[in-house]
């Protein structure tokens, strides 16, 4: 739907890419003419994605990355740089998350989320900052959110912490930035079929038909439509978004307290 080139010349980089919704971006933007990077930890599944994107005639670059080191995050999209002579796209789309009554959370489990979803999200905007000042046509930070950060996420606290912690990072950054010509944004999915949060959190709970029916349209979302609102808003046809959270979860955040 979207024309073959509209991000041909740009580089990006994808954190948590190596599978579920990072890796749909990450092989909408190859195919759509970007530079693509990927950056998580499990390097089996870091080769495994770069073989399913060679298989289609795409090249991807996977560099093993920890988003809870600061020095990891910053090598990545350094090593990005050196590949490929710019970084116009951050996606921040790494995160790690269980289902656990607050009562029951260990302060380590709650320190293990905010680091991989919040403090990794600061550290891969701050370690990308003068590279995207430096982009041509300016630079794009897209950050996964979720609205249960909004809400207040029961059994889950510490990753609605972090996601409400994300949303108003990039709305801060969006106002620091955007004098920097850099756009900071948000996209925030409902629940994705067949992805390995949905099995975490919903089916792993006995909770898949409830949440289903939480939504507006009544059913759950698709990765590429998480990838095409995250092409959306790194091409020149979001040209003049900045600070948006974009809904993407099928009316769910309407009807959230319905069962
Ligand atoms: P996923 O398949 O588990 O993807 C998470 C990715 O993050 C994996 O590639 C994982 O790779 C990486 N990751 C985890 N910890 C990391 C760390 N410390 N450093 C670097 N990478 C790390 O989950 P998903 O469902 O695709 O979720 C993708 C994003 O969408 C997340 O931000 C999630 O919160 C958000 N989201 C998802 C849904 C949904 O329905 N699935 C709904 C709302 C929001 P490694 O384990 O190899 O590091
Ligand atoms: N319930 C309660 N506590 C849990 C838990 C669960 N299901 N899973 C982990 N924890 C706690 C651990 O007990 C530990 O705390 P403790 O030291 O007080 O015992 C803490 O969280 C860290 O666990 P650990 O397994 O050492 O962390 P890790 O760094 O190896 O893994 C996770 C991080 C836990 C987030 C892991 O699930 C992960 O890597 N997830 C990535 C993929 C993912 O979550 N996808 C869904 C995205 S929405």
Not at 125 to 138: I, M, N, P, S, V
Request: proline share 2%; glycine share 14%; aromatic share 6%.
């Amino acid at each position: 739907m979207f024309a073959a080139d509209v991000l041909k010349g740009k580089v990006a980089l994808i954190t948590g890419g190596g599978g579920g919704i990072g890796l749909e971006i990450a092989t909408a933007y190859a195919r759509l003419g970007a530079k693509v990077v990927v950056a998580s930890r499990n390097q089996e599944r870091l080769d495994g994605a770069v073989a399913s994107l060679a298989a289609q005639g795409l090249e991807i670059l996977a560099v093993q990355t920890d988003v809870r080191v600061y020095e990891q995050i910053r090598d990545a999209i350094e090593t990005a740089v050196e590949r490929y002579g710019a970084l116009d796209i951050l996606v921040n789309n790494a995160a790690g998350n269980f289902h656990c009554p607050t009562a029951e959370l260990s302060p380590n489990g709650w320190k293990t989320v905010i680091d991989i979803d919040l403090n990794g999200t600061f550290y891969g905007c701050h370690a990308a900052y003068k590279h995207l000042k430096a982009a041509r046509d300016g630079g794009c930070i897209i950050s996964i959110a979720t609205m249960l950060g909004l809400s207040g996420w029961p059994g889950a606290a510490h990753a609605g912490a972090a996601k409400a912690g994300i949303i108003s990072l990039s709305r801060a950054l969006a106002v620091e930035w955007g004098g920097d010509n850099i756009r900071v944004n948000t996209i925030s999915p409902g629940p994705i079929g067949d992805t390995e949060g949905v099995r975490r959190l919903y089916q792993e709970t006995g909770r898949e038909q409830l949440e289903r029916k939480k939504t507006a349209l009544g059913r759950f979302g698709n990765k590429s439509d998480i990838a095409n609102a995250a092409v959306y808003l790194a091409s020149d046809l979001g040209a003049y978004i900045t600070g948006e959270n974009m809904v993407v979860d099928g009316g769910r955040w309407l009807k959230y307290v319905a069962a």
